[in-house]
């Protein structure tokens, strides 16, 4: 045996690359393509579907400098993230910008080692020193300036970009144009969303700019590559039947798939690499270890919904609960490809007591705060964002989706709060 590797090494979904990485044509071999055409990248899909593993498969760690959003940053705290993992150290400065702000001095600390900023040397960084840069954080030119001042040349990774308040998205997707036009420097933004064109509804002249990687989708032929390699890795050999019902059953969430197949070699005792070629997965019930799995996410998604239907404060309409009785209330093909806010607004008139008051205005008001309000309730990752280019909601939870399909919806109801407003169980067209 060539290589012995353990089976949590294989089928890791947390921290790290799994062993059994399989590269996608649609969306690793384009990410590589795009990364030769000086463009910014965009990394989007569902939560736990492998954005993060494409970018760190195909970087070297030396060639990229990464940081995760806050949801509470503004353009001038996202900007000067940028220049610490860039090397800089920043104090304020007693002068002020135009609008009255104070500005920020930059400067590296000697003696310089290594670090985020290991391009920049000693020398380079005592001249940087000796020039006493003040900067308006705000303001992207002075930002761009900075970084040329240490020939900044690596890729700016950008994680977990849908946390950060809308007004932020468009302050600095308006900042991105800036960096393609005043710079060589290219960001690659990874968020959860399941639209490709986030960023340029955000800012039109980012159009031909930005270049969109959907890490969502994997197909049947990406999963036959993923069941291969985990087989030559342990040398085990997937039932048929396991592997059907697998594609079958998992609604495309590449993280359940993950977890299925270290559970089918745990129940055959497989830790590691078989010295004899192991048949797994011939005598286990599919349908019984996602349901086991789903049931794990119970206090979370209970969590999800209790908090979510309070809303922000105590409201007439009270919106957000009504949102909740939507997303019960429709199938699940309609929330994967998306829900009107029109249809919501169907939904919630057939059962909502001041209904003449559910205006199409304020319904999308309050759509478009969801995300806000997940990341405020500390919902990580977010179930479902508001796509407000096309007014519909989308699920980005595919194994909330699944776990919908188990659940009593008057036990949801009670959660969402919703219980004394209803009688019994709606059939809903839309």
């Known amino acids: 045996m060539d290589r012995i590797v353990s089976t949590s090494d294989v089928f890791k979904t947390s921290r790290g690359l799994p062993l059994n990485y399989v590269t996608r044509d649609h969306a690793d071999q384009r990410f590589i393509e795009s990364l030769t055409e000086d463009s910014h990248l965009v990394i989007h899909g569902s939560s736990k579907q492998g954005k993060t593993s494409l970018r760190k498969s195909n970087l070297n760690v030396e060639d990229y400098i990464d940081l995760t959003c806050s949801n509470n940053w503004d353009l001038e705290e996202l900007h000067l993230s940028i220049l610490k993992e860039a090397g800089y150290s920043i104090t304020v400065s007693e002068s002020k910008t135009i609008k009255g702000k104070s500005k920020v001095k930059l400067k590296f600390n000697l003696p310089f080692i290594g670090g985020a900023s290991g391009d920049v040397g000693f020398e380079q960084a005592k001249q940087v020193n000796k020039k006493g840069l003040e900067l308006d954080p705000s303001d992207v030119n002075d930002v761009i300036r900075a970084l040329k001042e240490i020939d900044f040349h690596r890729y700016i990774v950008i994680e977990d970009f849908h946390y950060l308040p809308e007004d932020t998205q468009i302050d600095f997707s308006i900042a991105l144009k800036a960096f393609h036009e005043s710079s060589q420097i290219c960001f690659i933004i990874v968020g959860v969303w399941l639209e490709e064109d986030r960023l340029t509804v955000h800012n039109g002249d980012l159009t031909g700019r930005v270049i969109s990687i959907n890490a969502d989708l994997w197909t049947d032929k990406d999963l036959d590559e993923l069941f291969f390699n985990s087989e030559a890795l342990l040398n085990i050999s997937f039932s048929e039947s396991f592997k059907k019902g697998i594609k079958q059953n998992c609604n495309g969430s590449i993280f359940l798939v993950q977890q299925l197949c270290h559970k089918a070699c745990k129940e055959k005792d497989i830790t590691k690499t078989c010295i004899s070629i192991t048949d797994v997965g011939g005598d286990f019930d599919i349908d019984s270890e996602i349901r086991t799995l789903l049931d794990n996410q119970n206090s979370r998604y209970y969590k999800f919904i209790s908090d979510f239907s309070a809303g922000f404060d105590q409201t007439e309409l009270e919106l957000y ?54 990341v405020k309730s500390r919902i990580q990752p977010i179930v479902f964002e508001f796509d407000s280019n096309t007014t519909r909601i989308k699920v980005v939870d595919r194994s909330f989706l699944l776990w919908l399909e188990y659940q009593d919806k008057d036990c949801l109801y009670e959660y969402a709060d919703l219980t004394d407003e209803l009688q019994t169980e709606i059939v809903t067209e839309i």
Do not use: C, M
Not at 349 to 363: A, D, G, I, Q
């Open 321 to 374: 609960k009504w949102i909740l009785f939507a997303i019960i209330n429709v199938d699940n093909s309609a929330l994967e490809k998306g829900l009107p806010a029109a249809a919501i607004r169907r939904i919630v008139e057939t059962k909502h007591p001041k209904k003449s008051n559910v205006s199409y205005k304020k319904l999308v008001q309050a759509l478009r705060k969801s995300v806000d309000l997940q």
